[in-house]
């Protein structure tokens, strides 16, 4: 193509203009080609999950609508609830208050999620995403609100592990060692509470430092009522109990000590 320079010496504006469009050679016709009518972009799978960049190729969806995951474990715990209430009116050795036996029914609760629902997520971690099993559904149901738990995050999934392995089973001895009225049974009411107050905290700070990256803040069911909330029974009925427990203990301790101040004041 031939630039009119000549003709355009005298007119500085218009030359350094034309001048512009003389030094890129234009686009062929037809460039860029078009895209075939069968290829599409493929934007990865979708997933409900955070940070929103993650690649989870083995998500399958859940069959069961949340609300009926969270009916049928509200409706296991309830039915658990009442039958444990019911079973410590009638088996304990002597009486129990109305306090201990919902004491007892928190910890029957305990049990059954820290052996049942977390021993499967600790046996079956790695193919949560892909499973359609209920209580796998119910983990990636909560994982909407902390999606470590689809990523088999080495924290989450030791921390399960040893609470479905450790508080699980302590969990059930605590039940049966009030029903029987066990010497064991507020240093054993102790040590599980006191580690489950210990690995919440460390479950919530693990989050913090990672800036919350993997729910939807503020997100009122994900957020406020999975990671919030469920989670933060965990720090307040446990904390009641270590109160409960050293109360008692320390009263023990205080008889034992009274008694060996008489039998010293005796023997001398």
Known sequence: MKCKLQQLAGQPDRLESIGDQCAWPRRP????????????????PWHPYWP?????????????????????LFSS????????WLLTGRTAVTPLGTWRRLSLCWFAVCA???LVIEGWFALFHKVLLGDQA???????EYAKGDSRYILSDSFIVSMETLTACLW?????WIVIAFIRQQPLRFVLQL??????????????????????QHGEMDHPLYFWFYFVFLNGIWLVVPGV??????????????????RTSKAKKKHN
């Open 168 to 172: 699980g089973p302590l969990s059930m």
């Open 52 to 72: 929103r960049h993650l690649r989870l190729d083995n998500f399958v969806p859940n069959d069961y609508p949340t609300s009926h995951v969270l009916a049928a």
């Open 77 to 84: 715990t309830s039915i658990l609830l009442v039958t444990t």
């Open 134 to 140: 209920f209580l796998s559904q119910l983990w990636k």
């Open 191 to 212: 040590v599980v509470s006191a580690g489950q107050i210990y690995g919440d905290c460390l479950y919530f700070m693990t989050e913090y430092l990672h800036g919350f």
């Open 241 to 258: 109990h270590v109160i409960d427990s050293v109360k008692h203990l320390a009263r023990a301790q205080s008889t034992v000590d009274a």
């Open 29 to 44: 016709r037809g460039w860029p080609p078009p895209v075939h009518k069968d290829m599409t972009i493929n934007p990865g």
């Open 112 to 114: 059954f999620i820290h």
